[in-house]
């Protein structure tokens, strides 16, 4: 039974990457019917894609296709204005699908086209540049997930770049490959001196390139993992649901779509670590944000902000429903019982603010109107939700 198990496991894990690798095929596939103004077929082809992506866990792609099917079927026809907004969930479909976004640095365009070609088959996001002046603006528009860097370049080396990026914080765990004609051994060691993490020697073979690829962004994902996220709840810490907000507010605003910005306190939590201990209120903030997780929709996010200080993301929810889901949240938690080591029986509430994005708001702002919000419902007598 647990080899068929394992058989199974491994078909589906095949058939997810085949979709992966196919998807830049069905978005090119979207766009022309974008062009074409073809409405139903852009509405049909987002709903197979949802489907397909949710079928396979990849929540994120699923997400970002069943919104830009909503916007289909809440119009009559393309204009110019939904044009842009339906491309711009296209744009973010390509990144979300690929398996990672790669940076490449080269000075010969040949060399450049060849790793290209051979990553962006394995299903990568690829954009490659041949000078040290465009890898600095690119490096801060594209975003990548790793690095592929050449050692000798035009006017500096690829270790003078590699040793100007470590310096910055926001660059630590971001996986940098050494690709180079570079075979001696002092060459290998300054690479790794000033941050490299791999050292490999062209010509490379195909199957090693992508196999290093993607073993170093699974390390990589694993360290942010524990970086971003909280040891305790398991949810975003505040930098990593502040850097998430940001986004989830442009993406909002790119698809014209609501989005909340959710405050949340636990009432009176302080009486319950000098009550029962730190083992109990530790014990109640993580049944707090499992009982979160396992009430909100897979495209949400929680975040813990403060001792006993949460925050939510909720994109894609008007202010009446979100209204209706925190009311609803505050009364279900409230009647989970917590046993205390004193077989004392203890009942928990929060209160709540919650501010809806609107034109004016940037990310301080926005996330300001919650917190205040949240002020109010706590002066106010706690145990309620206030919007701003």
Known sequence: MNDIAARLEQKLSGLKQRFLTCMPQRLDGINDSLRARALRDVERAFHSLAGTAATYGVHEVAALARSGED??????????????????????????????????????????????????????DVTGVTTAAAFALTLGSFRPDL??????????????????????????????????????MSSRIEALKVGGDDYLIKPVDPELLVSVVESRLKHA???????????????????????????????????????????????????????????????VLTSFTSFLKSNLRSGDDVGRVGGEEFAL??????????????????????????????????????????????????????????????YVAKRGGRARVEAA
């Not at 044009?83 to 790669?102: F, M, N, Q, T, W």
């Not at 790119?254 to 306190?265: G, W």
């Not at 009364?331 to 989970?336: A, E, G, N, T």
């Open 71 to 124: 916007v289909c079927t809440r119009t009559q026809a393309i204009d110019d204005d939904l044009a842009l907004v339906l491309a711009a969930i296209v744009g973010e479909l390509r990144s979300a699908g690929a398996r990672g976004r790669v940076l490449c640095v080269d000075d010969d365009p040949d060399q450049l086209a060849y790793v290209e070609e051979i990553l962006r088959s394995a299903g990568y």
């Open 147 to 184: 690095v592929i860097m050449d050692m000798l370049l035009p006017e500096t080396s690829g270790a003078d770049l590699v040793r100007d990026v470590r310096s910055d914080q926001a660059y630590a765990t971001l996986p940098i490959v050494f690709l180079t004609g570079e075979r001696r």
């Open 221 to 283: 994902q694993t360290m942010r993992a524990m970086i971003d996220h909280d040891p305790l709840t398991g949810v975003l810490l505040r930098s990593a649901f502040l850097r998430r907000a940001a986004a989830v507010a442009g993406s909002a605003r790119r698809r014209q779509a609501p989005a909340a910005y959710v405050m949340l306190d636990l009432d009176h939590f302080k009486s319950i670590n000098d009550g029962f201990g730190h083992a109990m209120g530790d014990k």
């Open 313 to 374: 993301l909720l994109p894609d929810i008007s202010s009446e429903d979100v209204q209706s889901l925190i009311t609803r949240l505050l009364v279900d938690f409230s009647h989970i019982v917590h046993h205390t080591p004193s077989a004392t029986l203890l009942l928990v509430t929060f209160s709540a603010g919650v501010a809806m994005l609107e034109e004016k708001d940037d990310l301080h702002s926005w996330s300001r109107r919650a917190d205040e919000a949240l």
